[in-house]
């Protein structure tokens, strides 16, 4: 007959969050331990994978999500960084910043009318941002400019 070595501690885990007492505080933990590791990885690859694996684990933190669209939108994924952006959009609607990083990427697709919406949304969030203002205004001009260029045509 062959042994089976049993960890004991694995198994009460188990118990436990089969019963939902310790599950939490465990994979807050884990969350906690992802999100710490994240700033402290330069490697831009092994950032994004730190970063994939912290949405998967912690998928209630709107801020991870905001992060890893970061990551993408430096990459020019933009599809993708818009997803993480709504998502995070989803958590936590009160995001400025969130709602300018999507200008940001509808501006550069030259989806001005969106890009003036997700500014607009910004600023209705933090009124006072002077970049979102400053990024609103520029886009205004330019769809000014781009009516007045068909206007003459």
Not at 105 to 128: M, T, W
């Amino acid at each position: 007959m062959q042994k089976i070595k049993v960890d004991l501690a694995g198994v009460l885990l188990i118990i436990f969050c089969l019963h939902g007492a310790l599950c939490a505080s465990v994979f807050a933990g884990d969350c906690d331990a992802l999100k710490a590791n994240i700033p402290r990885e330069h490697n831009f690859i092994k950032r994004r994978a730190l970063l994939r694996q912290a949405v998967e684990t912690c998928n209630a933190d709107a801020e991870l999500y905001y992060q890893l669209g970061r990551e993408l939108e430096r990459s020019r994924k933009y599809d993708q960084a818009l997803e993480q952006y709504r998502r995070a959009l989803e958590l936590n609607p009160e995001m400025a910043r969130v709602h300018g990083n999507m200008g940001d990427i509808f501006r550069s697709q030259k989806k001005l009318v969106e890009a003036i919406h997700a500014y607009q949304s910004g600023l209705s969030l933090d009124p006072k941002n002077s970049r979102l203002q400053k990024k609103l205004e520029a886009v205004l001009k330019a769809v000014h400019e781009e009516g007045k260029e068909s206007l003459e045509k």
